[in-house]
C-alpha cells in the first residue's frame, strides 16, 4: 500500500528554486510528513519534516496544504549537488518507520 | 560523531543459505531501524529496536529476525535465503529524545542472491 505517490523525475534549472510534490491523500491525523533524500550508492538523508504547519530550515521549506492531503518540499536555490533521488513519506512514531515510494529523480541542470 | 556504519557492504550469498548483516548506530543513539530497499518496492521497513528491544515491526515473514546489543549495536539476520531477497539493507539510528524526528542512514548492505 503506497501511501504517498509522486512524479517519477522532474528537471530544474541550476539557481532555480525546485518544487517537488507529493501525495499522501490518506494521512491521518497523528502522522508527520517527511521528506528525504538518496544520492546514489548512499543511504537517505534527512531533509525535513512536519505535521501541518509550513516549515523551514537550511536545506528546505515545507509547504504542506490545510487538509494535509498533499505537500510540496521546495528546494529554493537549486544546485548540481541537489541532483538525487528524493522521497516523501508519512509516519506516526517519530520517524522510525518509514516507507519510501519510487520518490521522485530530480536532475538539476547548468 | 562517526557516522552510522554497516558491515559487509557487499554480500554475495545463495539461496537457502543465512546472512548476518551489522549495524553500528551513531555513539548515544538508542534506537536503530532496518530497511529493506529495492527497485520495484521502493524502501520498506523491517524493524525498529530500543534498549535491546524490538520496539516495532514491519511486514515481512519470520524468515527476518534482528537483536540489538547493551552497546545499540544490531544485527540482522535472515534466513533460507529467496532470490527475492537480494536488496540493499539499511540502518537507520536515532538518538530518541524528546522533539528528535531525524534518522540517520548507513551506507547499506547490497546483498545478492543467486
Known amino acids: 500500500d503506497a501511501k504517498t505517490t509522486q512524479p517519477p523525475s522532474m528537471d530544474c534549472a541550476e539557481g532555480r528554486a525546485a518544487n517537488l510534490p507529493c501525495n499522501h491523500s490518506t494521512i491521518s491525523g497523528n502522522e508527520y510528513v517527511y521528506w528525504y533524500r538518496q544520492i546514489h550508492s548512499q543511504g537517505p538523508q534527512y531533509i525535513i519534516h512536519?505535521?501541518?504547519n509550513n516549515e523551514t530550515n537550511e536545506m528546505a521549506s515545507l509547504i504542506i496544504t490545510e487538509d494535509r492531503k498533499s505537500s510540496t518540499l521546495i528546494l529554493p536555490h537549486a544546485t548540481l549537488r541537489d541532483t538525487a533521488v528524493y522521497y516523501c513519506?508519512?509516519?506516526?512514531?517519530?520517524?522510525?518507520?518509514?516507507?519510501f515510494g519510487g520518490g521522485t529523480r530530480l536532475m538539476v541542470k547548468p | 560523531k562517526a557516522g552510522v556504519t554497516q558491515t559487509p557492504r557487499y554480500l554475495i550469498k545463495t539461496r537457502g543459505q543465512q546472512v548476518t548483516l551489522s549495524c553500528s548506530p551513531i555513539s548515544g543513539h538508542r534506537s536503530v531501524s532496518w530497511y529493506q530497499q529495492t527497485p520495484g518496492q521502493g524502501l520498506q521497513f523491517l524493524f525498529e529496536?530500543?534498549?535491546?528491544?524490538?520496539?516495532n515491526k514491519g511486514n515481512f515473514p519470520g524468515r527476518f529476525s534482528g537483536r540489538q546489543f547493551s552497546n545499540s549495536r544490531s544485527e540482522m539476520n535472515v534466513s533460507t535465503l529467496e532470490l527475492g531477497d537480494s536488496a540493499l539493507y539499511l540502518c537507520?539510528?536515532?538518538?530518541?529524545?524528546?522533539?528528535?524526528?531525524?534518522?540517520?542512514f548507513g551506507p547499506g548492505t547490497r546483498l545478492t542472491v543467486t
Open positions: 512536519g505535521l501541518k
Open positions: 513519506s508519512v509516519d506516526n512514531n517519530a520517524g522510525n518507520m518509514l516507507t
Open positions: 537507520a539510528s536515532s538518538p530518541q529524545t524528546s522533539g528528535t524526528y531525524e534518522q540517520y
Open positions: 529496536y530500543f534498549s535491546e528491544t524490538q520496539r
